[in-house]
C-alpha cells in the first residue's frame, strides 16, 4: 500500500496512466475512429510491401524481375553504376506500387459494396497488365535520359498471363486487407 501511496505521490503512476491513453481514449474505452488518412497511410504501406512481394515471385514464374531488367536498361541506355540502376529501379518500382495502393485505398473509402471492390480490383489489375509494356519503356527511356520515342514503345499486353495473374494477386492483397481493416474499425466504432 505504501509503494502505491508513493507512487501516487510522486506522479509516476499517474504518468503510466496517461501514456497508456491514445488519441483521447484508454485501452478501456470505446476505440476512436479511423481516420481517413489513416487508411490512406496503410494503403501506401500496402502497396510498398506488394510491390516487393511481386518482384520476389517473379522468379517463381520463370522471369526475370521487373527491378533488375529496368536496371540493366539504365546501365546500358543511361551509363548509370550498377548500384545506382538498381537503386533507381526499385525506387521507381516502389513508387508506382505505393500509387497503385493509394489508389486501391481510395475505392475502399469510396465504397462499402464488396461486388464494387472486386470489380476495381479486377478492372485496375487488367488495365495495368495491358499498359505495363509501354509504361516500363518510357520509364525506361526517362531515367535514361532518352528522348521518349513513341514509335520504339512496345505494344500493349492483352494477354491474360502470368503478368495478369500478378496484378491480380498484387490489388486482390492490397484490397482484401484494406476492406477487412476498414470493416473491423466499422464494428469496432459501432459497439
Not at 500500500?1 to 501516487?8: D, K
Request: aromatic fraction near 10%; charge should be positive.
Amino acid at each position: 500500500m505504501a509503494v502505491i501511496r508513493n507512487a501516487i505521490s510522486e506522479g509516476t503512476l499517474r504518468d503510466k496512466t496517461q501514456r497508456l491513453r491514445v488519441g483521447g481514449s484508454t485501452s478501456l474505452n470505446k476505440p476512436q475512429h479511423s481516420s481517413p488518412a489513416q487508411l490512406l497511410l496503410m494503403a501506401c504501406f500496402l502497396g510498398a510491401v506488394m510491390g516487393v512481394v511481386f518482384i520476389v515471385t517473379q522468379p517463381l514464374f520463370g522471369m526475370a524481375t521487373l527491378t533488375s531488367r529496368h536496371a540493366a536498361a539504365y546501365q546500358q541506355l543511361g551509363n548509370w553504376s550498377n548500384v545506382a540502376a538498381v537503386t533507381i529501379a526499385w525506387t521507381a518500382h516502389l513508387a508506382v506500387s505505393v500509387f497503385y495502393g493509394l489508389l486501391s485505398g481510395v475505392v475502399i473509402l469510396s465504397t462499402a459494396r464488396l461486388a464494387l471492390v472486386a470489380l476495381f480490383t479486377l478492372a485496375f489489375s487488367w488495365l495495368t497488365t495491358v499498359i505495363a509494356p509501354p509504361a516500363n519503356a518510357m520509364i525506361v527511356q526517362l531515367v535514361s535520359f532518352q528522348h521518349i520515342k513513341v514509335n520504339q514503345l512496345p505494344g500493349f499486353n492483352f494477354s491474360l498471363d502470368v503478368k495478369f495473374v500478378l496484378h491480380l494477386v498484387f490489388f486482390a492483397a492490397i484490397s482484401a486487407a484494406l476492406y477487412v481493416y476498414k470493416k473491423r474499425v466499422n464494428r469496432l466504432n459501432d459497439q
